[in-house]
């Protein structure tokens, strides 16, 4: 029997907050099922494990975040993700694309470190060289589909599991899980944000079936599971996190307009917070799945964006007016 429980809560001097979440036990779950007073607020969790601005610390300490994409017809993805991380906190910011996106992608700023080697013969050992520099990979963002790009990242993908580094991975770095899911089955140290198209792809190439769309909570929850406990986050009309043990649901307040980029912001920014989190230890998050606490930070925050910058421009609003928003969104959010 799968046991839901429903929570609304609302941080300590926070009024403008409203959330919830669900747990969803997995089935002949071993563990007992926590009462609901012995669940902990999830923002105060993420709150926890924001880094303080000190002037003890050098440049990085606070993240060194790689982008993976970017290619001749998308330059705008890699750039949303790469500067969503720079502005929701990460020190320094890398984005590693093909030769002809690289001019493009460091023309829209000068605050990235841009490396045009993603299609270089050499491309695998061009970039392993950095692996060790970085503490968040963010694959997939303006990737495209080459084949032979394809066959780079995978490579890259192998690297990085085997050196431990956390992955996000979206947009085109799905297609390619979907194509070949043992490349990132198992790794618990990745977290995959596909929207509804993006998710019913992957769940058909994993379990062999379709997604049963009146179930999205067991839905999510299985495909995790089939995963190997792997983090999914479900992006839509509420988005949906498990690690294959619950479900929480983000369904903080956004807006109804769908401008394209949104999920690299959530990418770039959920690379910061893994880190973060997986800095921070079991004991500022009380045991529970950094990546899920990540998951459910940057899910907020991209909402929170999405909220102000359709205050301010309606239906006009696009992902760089987002972007405008991410410092006062994370202040209201996480620090105030």
Same mark, same amino acid.
């Given at each position: 029997?799968? =046991?839901?429980?429903?929570?609304?809560?609302? !941080?300590?001097? +926070?009024?403008?907050?409203?959330?919830?979440?669900?747990?969803?036990?997995?089935? &002949?779950?071993? %563990?007992?099922? %926590?009462?609901?007073?012995?669940?902990?607020?999830?923002?105060?969790? *993420?709150?926890?494990? /924001?880094?303080?601005?000190?002037?003890?610390? =050098?440049?990085?300490?606070?993240?060194? #975040?790689?982008?993976?994409?970017?290619?001749?017809?998308?330059?705008?993805?890699?750039?949303?993700?790469? /500067?969503?991380?720079?502005? *929701?906190?990460?020190?320094?910011?890398?984005?590693?694309?093909?030769?002809?996106?690289?001019?493009?992608?460091?023309?829209?700023?000068?605050?990235?470190?841009?490396?045009?080697?993603?299609?270089?013969?050499?491309?695998? =050992?061009?970039?392993?060289?950095?692996?060790? %520099?970085?503490? +968040?990979? *963010? /694959?997939? !963002?303006?990737?495209?589909?080459?084949?032979? /790009?394809?066959?780079?990242?995978?490579?890259?993908?192998?690297?990085?599991?085997?050196?431990?580094?956390?992955? *996000? #991975?979206?947009?085109?770095?799905?297609?390619? #899980?979907?194509?070949?899911?043992?490349?990132?089955?198992?790794?618990?140290?990745?977290?995959?944000?596909?929207? &509804?198209?993006? &998710?019913?792809?992957?769940?058909?190439?994993?379990?062999?079936?379709?997604?049963?769309?009146?179930?999205?909570?067991?839905?999510?929850?299985?495909?995790?599971?089939?995963?190997?406990?792997?983090?999914?986050?479900?992006?839509?009309?509420?988005?949906?996190?498990?690690?294959?043990?619950?479900?929480?649901?983000?369904?903080?307040?956004?807006?109804?307009?769908?401008?394209?980029?949104?999920?690299?912001?959530?990418?770039?920014?959920?690379?910061?917070?893994?880190?973060?989190?997986?800095?921070?230890?079991?004991?500022?998050?009380?045991?529970?799945?950094?990546?899920?606490?990540?998951?459910?930070?940057?899910?907020?925050?991209?909402?929170?964006?999405?909220?102000?910058? &359709?205050?301010?421009?309606?239906?006009?609003? +696009?992902? +760089?007016?987002?972007?405008?928003?991410?410092?006062?969104?994370?202040?209201?959010?996480?620090?105030?």
């Amino acid at each position: 029997m799968n =046991h839901c429980i429903r929570l609304s809560l609302v !941080p300590e001097n +926070t009024n403008f907050v409203n959330f919830s979440y669900s747990v969803l036990e997995r089935s &002949f779950s071993l %563990r007992p099922t %926590r009462p609901a007073k012995d669940m902990e607020n999830i923002f105060q969790l *993420v709150r926890n494990v /924001i880094p303080p601005l000190t002037s003890k610390k =050098h440049k990085g300490q606070d993240g060194k #975040i790689g982008i993976v994409g970017g290619s001749q017809e998308y330059t705008g993805a890699p750039y949303f993700a790469a /500067i969503s991380a720079l502005k *929701v906190g990460a020190d320094l910011s890398q984005v590693f694309c093909t030769k002809d996106a690289a001019t493009v992608i460091k023309s829209y700023s000068p605050e990235l470190i841009v490396h045009p080697v993603l299609d270089h013969p050499n491309a695998l =050992h061009e970039i392993e060289k950095w692996l060790p %520099r970085l503490h +968040t990979l *963010v /694959i997939g !963002p303006g990737l495209g589909r080459n084949d032979s /790009i394809l066959d780079t990242v995978k490579g890259i993908i192998e690297k990085a599991k085997a050196k431990g580094i956390p992955l *996000v #991975i979206d947009a085109d770095g799905l297609w390619l #899980i979907a194509q070949q899911p043992s490349v990132i089955q198992g790794y618990q140290r990745a977290v995959l944000t596909p929207n &509804f198209m993006e &998710f019913s792809r992957l769940y058909e190439a994993v379990l062999t079936e379709p997604v049963d769309s009146s179930d999205q909570h067991g839905s999510v929850l299985r495909l995790s599971q089939a995963m190997g406990n792997i983090t999914i986050v479900q992006k839509g009309e509420w988005d949906l996190i498990s690690d294959g043990n619950k479900v929480l649901v983000c369904n903080h307040e956004g807006s109804s307009r769908r401008c394209g980029g949104q999920g690299d912001l959530l990418a770039g920014s959920l690379g910061v917070l893994v880190h973060w989190a997986f800095l921070a230890g079991p004991e500022k998050i009380n045991g529970q799945n950094p990546f899920v606490v990540a998951a459910f930070g940057a899910c907020s925050l991209t909402r929170q964006c999405n909220h102000q910058a &359709f205050q301010k421009h309606g239906r006009s609003m +696009t992902t +760089t007016d987002m972007i405008s928003e991410v410092g006062t969104a994370f202040n209201k959010l996480f620090e105030t």
